[in-house]
């Protein structure tokens, strides 16, 4: 078991856990936003768990209809969880623990944002 798998089970033992044919461990979970939306989320590392990638596979909201810069949320699903964070995992500078709990605080702020307008600062 590689070092990204063991994190990713100690944060979701239920989740789904893989390894993709080029090596890198995802991993899909459901998290649900304080009013019961369920979002489905992956995130992707290399197997040392040292940089990770999020994406948000379903969100119950439906189609986005901000900019990616408003919601954090590419057309193609890529998360924006950080300065410097690029849709090329190998030069993410972000470890797949700060991805999962920031994908999943994405979750609560995309819900917020499709409420009020606004997208919540941590």
Sequence with gaps: MSKASEIMKE???????GIESDGRICMVEHVIDPDGRMFSIEIQATPDGKKAIGFC??????????????????????LC?????????????MDVETAI????????????LMESGEFPDP
């Excluded at 969880?81 to 500078?93: A, F, R």
């Excluded at 709990?101 to 917020?112: E, H, I, P, V």
């Design 81 to 93: 969880l950080g300065n410097d964070v690029h849709k090329d995992l190998y030069s993410s500078p």
């Design 101 to 112: 709990l920031r994908a999943r605080y994405w979750c609560t702020a995309f819900s917020r």
């Design 11 to 17: 944060l979701n033992p239920n989740a789904l856990i």
């Design 57 to 78: 596979r379903y969100n119950p909201w439906g189609k986005n209809p901000y900019s990616y810069i408003e919601s954090h949320l590419h057309e193609d699903e890529f």
